[in-house]
């Protein structure tokens, strides 16, 4: 061969090595661009999942906000309560269907549900306006909000059985809009009634409904009543964590920061136990001013349960006695992973004080007590001027809604959003299979509050 012929095959070999090159560049430049566009498809569509999935739960709370709210304007006995309880009702239904809208599910699906959450807000924004002029319901109109009551239930146990499946990953939404159809259509209202024209309000957002004891998560007082005192360096408020363990379980105690924000400032401390792993550690807040526990948290495992509800109950309040906490009731509570939380008010000449509530964690295994809050009872704790009633028992009855049968009375002070404190009868009755507990003002006699009690497999909660 001649160096012509040598040169020109060297030519094509480097020409076949270049396009060789090229070609598997421009393969990987597609393959990353691919797997780019992948991730950034999969990042966008979880991204719209995680709106739709927010949007839904968002939902499932206005549903249950409307059935709690309509119970309630079954029991209410005066017009002023039955027109508060049912403006939140349309509120909160009109809350529920704009979630809905959001949802990637056909219109026809949607079409009954978005029909009964607009004839709820319909109804309860009516009978609201005629309760405010003074006029109370009717019994046609009673068996109407009960009827939509119903309705309400039954749109919550599906509402309730698909939010499983999401979560669960039995069902995407992707496939929602078709067997979401059956779903959603079990709940349809059938009742005639004028729909409201326009729902593009401005809706607020209202208290949430209390769950975990009456008044629980009440506003605190600006002027903290229970915090007094003088104030203290961390080292000396450290006595009061002594104080509170006890000196002989003490191993060591670590100060773990201050916090000085907001109106009550604390000192935080971090605790070894002497005879207990290193790792598990009593955790506490104290006031800065005065001293008081404010907080504590020992996160140890509870696999047993031996004690029962009523000995959980008296282990706290053994422990509130001893820690000078005196006059303390238990009122409601949860259990849960072989642990009880329980909520403790204030009594003063037998009048439950509820601003007064301290919650205590204990385990159900040795009684111990593993968790400690007392926010509530020390922004409001204080001897209270506690007045004779100027209504009667009986007087108050009266004002009870005819239809709930009264299972136990007694006297009580509420709190209000207001920062301020009512003196009141307490009514425990059922009512349609439902426990509730209406509070009428001893003083005026006017319904003040209604709440739901629920019973859970893991307490008694109230709403």
Same mark, same amino acid.
């Not at 108050?396 to 049968?405: E, G, P």
């Given at each position: 061969?001649?160096?012509?012929?040598?040169?020109?095959?060297?030519?094509?070999?480097?020409?076949?090595? !270049?396009?060789?090159?090229?070609?598997?560049?421009?393969?990987?430049?597609?393959?990353?661009?691919?797997?780019?566009?992948? !991730?950034?498809?999969?990042?966008?569509?979880?991204?719209?999942?995680?709106?739709?999935?927010?949007?839904?739960?968002?939902?499932?709370?206005? %549903?249950?906000? %409307?059935?709690?709210?309509?119970?309630?304007?079954?029991?209410?006995?005066?017009? %002023?309560?039955? $027109?508060?309880?049912?403006?939140?009702?349309?509120?909160?239904?009109?809350?529920?269907?704009?979630?809905?809208?959001?949802?990637? %599910?056909?219109?026809?699906?949607? $079409?009954?549900?978005?029909?009964?959450?607009?004839?709820?807000?319909?109804?309860?924004?009516?009978?609201?306006?005629?309760?405010?002029?003074?006029?109370?319901?009717?019994?046609?109109?009673?068996?109407?909000?009960?009827?939509?009551?119903?309705?309400?239930?039954?749109?919550?146990?599906?509402?309730?059985?698909?939010?499983?499946?999401?979560?669960?990953?039995?069902?995407?939404?992707?496939?929602? $809009?078709?067997?979401?159809?059956?779903?959603?259509?079990?709940?349809?209202?059938?009742?005639?009634?004028?729909?409201?024209?326009?729902?593009?309000?401005?809706?607020?957002?209202?208290?949430?409904?209390?769950?975990?004891?009456?008044?629980?998560?009440?506003?605190?007082?600006?002027?903290?009543?229970?915090?007094?005192?003088?104030?203290?360096?961390?080292?000396?408020?450290?006595?009061?964590?002594?104080?509170?363990?006890?000196?002989?379980?003490?191993?060591?105690?670590?100060? $773990?920061?201050?916090?000085?924000?907001?109106?009550?400032?604390?000192?935080?401390?971090?605790?070894?136990?002497?005879?207990?792993?290193?790792?598990?550690?009593?955790?506490?807040?104290?006031?800065?001013?005065?001293?008081?526990?404010?907080?504590?948290?020992?996160?140890?495992?509870?696999?047993?349960?031996?004690?029962?509800?009523?000995?959980?109950?008296?282990?706290?309040?053994?422990?509130?006695?001893?820690?000078?906490?005196?006059?303390?009731?238990?009122?409601?509570?949860?259990?849960?992973?072989?642990?009880?939380?329980?909520?403790?008010?204030?009594?003063?000449?037998?009048?439950?004080?509820?601003?007064?509530?301290?919650?205590?964690?204990?385990?159900?295994?040795?009684?111990?007590?593993?968790?400690?809050?007392?926010?509530?009872?020390?922004?409001?704790?204080?001897?209270?001027?506690?007045?004779?009633?100027?209504?009667?028992?009986?007087?108050?009855?009266?004002?009870?809604?005819?239809?709930?049968?009264?299972?136990?009375?007694?006297?009580?002070?509420?709190?209000?959003?207001?920062?301020?404190?009512?003196?009141?009868?307490?009514?425990?009755?059922?009512?349609?299979?439902?426990?509730?507990?209406?509070?009428?003002?001893?003083?005026?006699?006017?319904?003040?509050?209604?709440?739901?009690?629920?019973?859970?497999?893991?307490?008694?909660?109230?709403?």
């Amino acid at each position: 061969m001649g160096i012509r012929e040598k040169l020109l095959d060297f030519k094509r070999r480097l020409s076949d090595r !270049k396009m060789y090159s090229i070609v598997i560049v421009i393969i990987a430049a597609v393959s990353i661009f691919g797997i780019y566009q992948y !991730k950034h498809a999969a990042n966008l569509r979880q991204e719209l999942d995680n709106q739709y999935n927010r949007a839904f739960y968002d939902m499932v709370g206005y %549903v249950q906000n %409307v059935e709690t709210l309509l119970a309630k304007s079954l029991i209410t006995a005066t017009p %002023v309560r039955t $027109a508060t309880t049912l403006q939140e009702a349309w509120r909160q239904s009109n809350l529920a269907q704009t979630n809905l809208g959001q949802l990637p %599910v056909s219109q026809p699906v949607l $079409a009954n549900t978005s029909k009964f959450l607009i004839q709820v807000g319909d109804l309860s924004n009516t009978l609201n306006n005629q309760n405010i002029r003074g006029k109370p319901l009717s019994s046609a109109q009673y068996k109407t909000v009960e009827q939509l009551y119903n309705y309400s239930v039954s749109l919550g146990k599906s509402l309730g059985n698909l939010q499983n499946q999401l979560a669960d990953g039995r069902l995407r939404w992707g496939e929602l $809009a078709d067997k979401g159809t059956s779903l959603f259509k079990k709940t349809s209202a059938n009742i005639s009634m004028k729909q409201i024209q326009d729902i593009d309000k401005t809706f607020q957002n209202y208290p949430t409904l209390i769950y975990d004891g009456p008044f629980s998560d009440h506003m605190t007082s600006a002027e903290l009543k229970g915090l007094t005192g003088n104030e203290m360096s961390q080292e000396q408020a450290k006595k009061s964590v002594i104080e509170f363990i006890g000196q002989d379980r003490i191993k060591d105690i670590l100060d $773990a920061g201050k916090n000085d924000t907001g109106t009550m400032k604390t000192y935080s401390y971090s605790v070894s136990l002497k005879n207990t792993p290193e790792d598990r550690k009593i955790n506490i807040g104290v006031t800065q001013k005065g001293g008081h526990v404010y907080w504590m948290l020992y996160n140890r495992p509870v696999t047993a349960k031996k004690l029962e509800m009523d000995q959980a109950k008296k282990k706290g309040l053994e422990f509130l006695e001893s820690k000078g906490y005196k006059n303390m009731g238990d009122t409601y509570y949860l259990t849960e992973d072989n642990t009880a939380t329980i909520n403790y008010a204030y009594k003063q000449q037998n009048v439950v004080v509820y601003p007064d509530l301290i919650k205590l964690k204990i385990a159900l295994d040795t009684g111990e007590i593993t968790g400690f809050e007392a926010k509530a009872y020390i922004s409001a704790h204080t001897g209270r001027n506690i007045p004779k009633p100027a209504i009667s028992l009986e007087e108050a009855k009266k004002k009870i809604n005819s239809r709930m049968k009264i299972l136990s009375s007694g006297l009580a002070i509420i709190p209000t959003n207001h920062k301020t404190e009512i003196f009141c009868y307490e009514f425990k009755g059922k009512l349609n299979d439902k426990d509730f507990i209406v509070y009428i003002n001893a003083e005026t006699g006017e319904e003040e509050d209604i709440l739901m009690i629920v019973n859970t497999p893991n307490g008694i909660l109230t709403m």
